[in-house]
């Protein structure tokens, strides 16, 4: 009666509506009276869980015995089919790499990262390969204990279990793909750093910490100092005798902390206190500063508690002779066949959508804008680092023609309206609720960006973070074509 009731109550719970649920209810307790349940209970309960047991145990899969020794070609058509098996996790990464050759048409660039990626993949199985004899001693010493193995993973099964039932899964996972999503970017930015010299070794914990971070020039970072972070440092590489200068935007009223410029020897180049500020409310904390040489320097801020954002701005270099007239993008976009498609040169895909604030947008009344399509969240840590880049893209090309459409995907619009009042986003946002939008442009991942001309074709396409130095010179010249 017990075992009945609980399930009954667990039916009821689990497909809400309890005329759904009736039917099985009444399977449930014809069962219990027929199995005589409730006469011989001990041999009924025992009779049906070695029913689910073997249920459990039992396997579909054809056992083969090969008629002779296994060869080369074996090995390979072998190799083929586990690699089918491995395209759900492979494609996206393969994608993404076959994609970045292809729009910046450096086979050279692409290379290494396919090898790096197949090494990533492949060494882990050598390996273990190489070491599977000495690895047998272990597992006869773990057999002795299998049962304590099988009761551990037998409670983590029935965990898991409760917490996807519950509706728990779902807000572990949204807590994990926030704040690892952070360290996971962090660890990401500092390995990179270490290993392309923009990071030197011994900065390496700062980073992963998040106390010192390493930034691009031109690539602005929003950030705040308070009472238990009173300073933060920003790392950047820069070559001898590059000019560069510091802006500060988004401060609260009295927020001037000390700004200090140090070399690679950690020694001070320059420092102040004082800001001269601008019509657009920029703040300048150094206008021009020529560095004496190539290398890693360090910008520490430090004082009063409050938000900020900050760029490291630099001199644009001088075009060489053999880039002095590149093709633009329209004229490359000209020649190109007009067909509709989600490929570089097709016409975009036409859509509607209503934002946030309850406009209704269609791509087709955008004809004589750019529009900058991002596809975000605000619970993608490199979206977070992104959307601030394309704010003030908009800022400053708005007037000229620049629409910038931010759509939201696996996200509410309470999340979103909070997130861009949070953040000071002006531009149209809408979330993508029904994956639509997602999947008529084929996104696997955010952030993505897409460049649409006025004429309606796509002129860039991005699967990863934007900084200004790769959308100003895009949009510039988009903005300019007739």
């Excluded at 759904?20 to 006469?39: D, E, Q, S, T």
């Excluded at 070559?239 to 070399?263: C, K, M, W, Y």
């Excluded at 000229?400 to 009042?421: N, Y």
Aim: one cysteine or more; proline letters at 5%.
């Amino acid at each position: 009666m017990a075992a009945g009731l609980a399930v009954s109550a667990l039916l009821v719970w689990a497909l809400i509506e309890p005329l759904v649920a009736l039917p099985f209810i009444a399977a449930l307790w014809l069962w219990l009276f027929l199995g005589n349940g409730f006469l011989i209970p001990r041999t009924f309960w025992a009779s049906t869980l070695d029913r689910i047991e073997a249920m459990l145990y039992s396997d579909t899969r054809r056992e083969i015995n090969p008629s002779q020794q296994p060869g080369l070609l074996g090995s390979f058509i072998m190799g083929l089919v586990f690699s089918a098996g491995w395209t759900p996790c492979i494609g996206p990464i393969y994608g993404t790499i076959l994609t970045v050759a292809a729009n910046t048409g450096d086979v050279g660039y692409a290379a290494p990262l396919l090898m790096s990626y197949s090494l990533g993949l492949g060494v882990p199985f050598l390996a273990m390969t190489l070491l599977l004899g000495q690895t047998q001693t272990v597992l006869r010493r773990l057999q002795r204990h299998i049962r304590i193995f099988e009761r551990v993973t037998g409670a983590l099964l029935v965990i898991i279990g409760l917490t996807v039932a519950s509706g728990q899964m779902t807000r572990l996972t949204q807590v994990l793909s926030t704040d690892f999503a952070d360290f996971s970017l962090r660890v990401e930015e500092c390995g990179v750093g270490v290993v392309q010299g923009h990071l030197a070794l011994n900065q390496a914990g700062a980073c992963f910490s998040g106390l010192l971070k390493p930034v691009s020039l031109n690539q602005g970072i929003t950030t705040a100092l308070d009472a238990a972070t009173p300073t933060r440092e920003f790392v950047f590489h820069a070559t001898a005798g590059q000019r560069i200068g510091v802006e500060f935007s988004r401060v609260g009223p009295g927020f001037t902390p000390t700004v200090t410029l140090n070399d690679s020897n950690r020694r001070p180049i320059a420092s102040t206190s004082q800001w001269a500020s601008t019509s657009d409310g920029i703040f300048n904390a150094f206008d021009t500063l020529t560095l004496p040489e190539a290398g890693l320097y360090t910008l520490v801020v430090s004082g009063a508690s409050g938000e900020f954002r900050v760029r490291i701005t630099r001199e644009e270099a001088t075009t060489s002779s053999s880039q002095a007239n590149p093709p633009s993008i329209s004229a490359i976009v000209a020649e190109a066949e007009a067909l509709i498609g989600i490929e570089k040169g097709h016409t975009a895909p036409d859509f509607s959508v209503t934002t946030v604030s309850g406009e209704t947008l269609r791509l087709a009344d955008l004809s004589n804008s750019v529009v900058v399509l991002n596809f975000w969240g605000t619970w993608c840590a490199p979206c977070v680092r992104e959307v601030p880049e394309l704010q003030d893209a908009y800022a400053e090309f708005g007037a000229s023609g620049l629409v910038v459409l931010g759509i939201a995907v696996r996200d509410t619009p309470e999340k979103v309206i909070a997130f861009a009042q949070t953040h000071g986003l002006t531009y149209p946002l809408a979330v993508d609720d029904t994956f639509a939008i997602t999947e008529l442009y084929a996104i696997t991942g955010q952030p993505s960006t897409i460049i649409i001309g006025r004429d309606g074709t796509i002129l860039e396409k991005y699967y990863s973070v934007v900084t200004s130095d790769t959308l100003i010179p895009v949009l510039t010249d988009a903005l300019q074509a007739s």
